[in-house]
């Protein structure tokens, strides 16, 4: 296995995909973690986090759209959810180039 900052950095950086294009948060993560788990040193730790995140924020925000007709809190929920789904795959990037293993909040355990 070979070490590559790099390519972890890239990899959470790449759920920002969705700010430009509007899809792939989940699945160009899932394509890199895939293709290179058992070649890159940590990659199935990472990949696993960005993963689970991913699916977590799913749910969060299918558990947000009957909570619109509820005083509007699901408007509320997609605002947080937004705003966490950009700032913690920024975070998290800068504690994988320090040479950590970051965790995401809120993420349920989908991928063991």
């Known amino acids: 296995m070979r070490e590559d900052n790099q390519l972890l950095v890239i990899t959470h950086l790449s759920q920002l995909v969705t700010l430009v294009t509007g899809f792939g948060s989940l699945l160009i993560p899932l394509i890199i973690w895939l293709t290179q788990k058992d070649k890159v040193y940590q990659m199935d730790a990472h990949g696993k986090n ?14 947000c759209i009957p909570l619109i007709l509820l005083l509007g809190l699901g408007i509320l929920g997609f605002i947080v959810l937004g705003i966490i789904s950009i700032i913690f795959p920024i975070i998290n990037a800068i504690k994988t180039s320090n040479g950590e293993i970051p965790k995401y909040p809120l993420s ?3 991928i063991n």
């Open 50 to 63: 960005i993963v689970n995140f991913q699916l977590s924020l799913i749910v969060y925000f299918i558990i």
């Open 108 to 110: 349920f355990t989908f």
